[in-house]
């Protein structure tokens, strides 16, 4: 007889394989998940059941079965210490995402789980950023997460990294929503953050292992990290910058938006400054920020400077 534990790999390899099916988004498994109740009975259901949800070239690829390799693969992986996988059906999964439009049936995680449902803030903004923008990024995360908000980011260079540099500081929380397998890193020049960020706050990723990173990968991960946040801070940007979508995304999710002005002739101040014109708090200390919310504001509030 199987062991509890290894019933339970076995459920979460059938939804690993369930979302690793291209052909279906995201909004369609949870439309068979709603229908089906879980991935077994979905890869269980006929040929019939299945048109009534989703069309028929969808219905005969899940007919063929789950993927073997992608249930080995998952398995293997899950037997690592601190590797997790949240599907919509656990008690850890973010309930800031379910409140979103589009939320991820499953979340591959490395790292501690407790930060998944803690307030926090994303911040973001240019993989070019300067030297002053990074600078800004990791003061205003170090602040944030000295007063217990959990750091959201996206493990880029720039902004991104000097984010989670600021909450690692602080020993506080820190999330990085990646566009990639959690069996890849990339950029690879951040493997060693990484590293350090799986020890003691956690990476997510909805993509199953193995996926290389793309840029359509990189616009599906932001409705996430706007998604799990409360609020989201812009940095620096130019006005063509990923971060904007974060930003909109945040802003149509009815979280808070904020931007750090800069030089009307920076182009890296272009994104920030047409942010703000679309209603985006203007913010140049951390009580911006932190009035918003009314919570976790300790006496020692730190200004960067």
């Known amino acids: ?12 390899a059938l939804w690993a394989a369930l979302c690793s099916i291209r052909e279906l988004s995201s909004a369609e498994t949870c439309h068979l998940l709603r229908t089906f109740g879980d991935p077994q009975a979905v890869f269980n259901a006929s040929h019939a059941q299945l048109r009534q949800v989703i069309p028929d070239a969808i219905a005969k690829r899940i007919l063929s079965g789950p993927d073997e390799g992608t249930i080995a693969a998952t398995t293997d992986w899950l037997q690592t ?4 996988l949240v599907t919509l059906a ?7 995402l379910l409140e979103i ?6 979340l591959f995680a490395k790292g501690h789980l407790k930060w998944l ?30 007063l217990g908000y959990t750091i959201i980011s996206g493990l880029g260079l720039g902004t991104d990294a000097a984010a989670h540099r600021g909450a690692l500081k602080a020993n506080g929380g820190t999330i990085a929503i990646v566009g990639t397998g959690l069996d890849i890193v990339y950029p690879a020049r951040n493997r060693g953050l990484a590293h350090q960020i799986a020890g003691s706050g956690l990476i997510l990723s909805e993509f199953p292992l193995g996926t290389p990173s793309s840029t359509q990968n990189f616009l599906q991960r932001s409705r996430i990290m706007s998604g799990i946040a409360c609020g989201c801070l812009v940095v620096e940007a130019n006005i063509r910058s990923d971060a904007l979508m974060v930003a909109r995304l945040a802003a149509e999710q009815g979280r808070e938006v904020f931007a ?15 942010l703000i014109k679309e209603g985006a708090k203007l913010v140049d200390n951390i009580h911006d920020i932190v009035d918003e919310f009314q919570e976790g504001v300790g006496a020692n509030i730190f200004t960067p400077q």
């Open 1 to 12: 007889m199987a062991t509890d534990k290894g019933v339970r790999l076995q459920e979460l």
């Open 81 to 84: 210490d601190h590797n997790h």
């Open 90 to 96: 656990d008690p850890e999964y973010p309930r800031s």
């Open 101 to 106: 439009a589009d939320p991820p049936p499953v």
């Open 117 to 146: 449902n803690t307030q926090a803030l994303a911040i973001t903004g240019s993989h070019n950023a300067s030297s002053q923008g990074e600078q800004d990024a990791e003061n205003f995360a170090l602040a944030l997460a000295e």
């Open 260 to 274: 750090i002005p800069g030089s009307i002739h920076s182009p890296l101040s272009k994104g920030c400054h047409q």
